[in-house]
């Protein structure tokens, strides 16, 4: 069987549990709900995930939200090249023995 990269965070699986918890409450003071509420768990609990995968809503929410952490990094690494072509060109330019006439008189 093929390892997929699915997983419930601990946001997703804390509220699962708290569902099934709130079983109890759901049964004491709403018992006409329950025909409703049950269904639901067994559907979050054993066939959200698989439909999440066969229909591919994983995959597209997983690159939407991946999208603003790589722009982020590519923005720094863009940034530290930048900086580190300057400390080598600025370097190269400092340590010639001739004067480079395009650099500035204090340079």
Request: net charge positive; with cysteine; glycine share 6%.
């Amino acid at each position: 069987m093929a390892h997929d990269d699915f997983y419930w965070g601990p946001l997703a699986r804390g509220i699962f549990i708290m569902l099934l918890w709130c079983t109890l409450l759901v049964g004491r003071f709403y018992p006409m709900h329950l025909m409703w509420y049950v269904p639901m768990l067994i559907f979050l609990g054993l066939f959200l995930r698989p439909l999440l995968i066969r229909t591919g809503l994983h995959h597209i929410f997983s690159v939407l939200a991946a999208k603003p952490g790589d722009y982020i990094w590519e923005k720094r690494t863009r940034k530290r090249r930048a900086e580190v072509e300057r400390r080598e060109r600025d370097k190269r330019y400092r340590y010639r023995r001739e004067k480079d006439p395009r650099l500035p008189k204090n340079w």
